[in-house]
């Protein structure tokens, strides 16, 4: 019975310091709103950089090409696969 007695003792000193530790902070901050720093003006998220690897690779598999380096493909493939980039901008 008396470890029963200091259980709900402990939790009621717990409970009681919990609410006397944790007041709005608020009510004890007397300093002027004014006096705070402005806040920091966050540059717009970038978006991520382009990897023109894996989109020209993303091209010769849904148009059931070998795969071959760009600048050895002949000029009529070529800018067949700047049209293509150019429909599926990737920005």
Known sequence: ???????FYL???TLAVTALTSGCRDHH????????????????????????TVIYNQWEVETHRAHLD??????????EYRAWREKHDHR
């Open 29 to 52: 901050d007397h300093r002027d709103r004014d006096d705070r720093p402005a806040p920091v003006a966050t540059q717009p998220a970038q978006p991520a950089p382009v990897n023109e």
């Open 70 to 79: 760009l600048e050895r493909r002949n000029a009529a493939e070529q800018r």
């Open 1 to 7: 019975m008396p470890a029963r007695k200091l259980c």
């Open 11 to 13: 939790l009621g000193a």
